[in-house]
């Protein structure tokens, strides 16, 4: 996985008393359902991001990185599905 070493991503699980889901999607990006938010720290900048659902980039090609841009589909990156799930009273 290629986040790079200074972004750390902290998800409020729990809080929503709901799970996170972490799909590494054929080919592809890395999607997270964030339960509705999320907090990126890059630096000493941290963003606040309110989205359900974020791609992060797996294979070092986007140019907007953390997140994917699709670059990895002329990248010709190749990797296989999974998915994490990640319950909050677990
Ligand atoms: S996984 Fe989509 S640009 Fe890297």
């Known amino acids: 996985m290629i986040l790079g070493s200074v972004t750390i991503f902290r998800c ?14 054929e080919n592809g990006s890395i999607g997270i359902e964030t339960g509705g938010k999320l907090v990126l720290r890059q630096g000493e900048q941290e963003v606040v991001i309110e989205k359900p ?9 986007s140019t ?3 997140f994917c841009d699709g ?10 599905a999974a998915v994490i799930e990640l319950k909050a009273d677990a």
């Open 71 to 80: 670059a990895h589909k002329t990248a010709g990156f190749v990797a296989p």
């Open 64 to 66: 907007n990185k953390p």
């Open 53 to 61: 659902r974020v791609s992060l980039c797996r294979c070092g090609h």
């Open 12 to 25: 409020r699980l729990g809080q929503y008393n709901s799970a996170m889901k972490i799909e590494f999607r």
